[in-house]
């Protein structure tokens, strides 16, 4: 194989010995979807901003 074929080929992501398996990817992707609506309820209540005091 040359050095060429070497740097551009390879395996895909898709077929990485350490893919996920179906379980693996509903548990990541409801992981994914709570940081997400933590993330958007924080950015909803002003993020960084500073708090208003009264």
């Given at each position: 194989?040359?050095?060429?074929?070497?740097?551009?080929?390879?395996?895909?992501?898709?077929?990485?010995?350490?893919?996920?398996?179906?379980?693996?990817?509903?548990?990541?992707?409801?992981?994914?979807?709570?940081i997400?609506?933590?993330?958007?309820?924080?950015?909803?209540?002003?993020?960084?901003?500073?708090?208003k005091?009264?």
């Amino acid at each position: 194989m040359g050095l060429w074929s070497k740097l551009t080929g390879g395996q895909t992501a898709s077929t990485t010995p350490t893919g996920r398996t179906p379980r693996e990817r509903v548990r990541r992707e409801r992981e994914i979807r709570r940081i997400d609506n933590g993330t958007a309820k924080w950015l909803r209540s002003g993020g960084l901003a500073p708090k208003k005091r009264s």
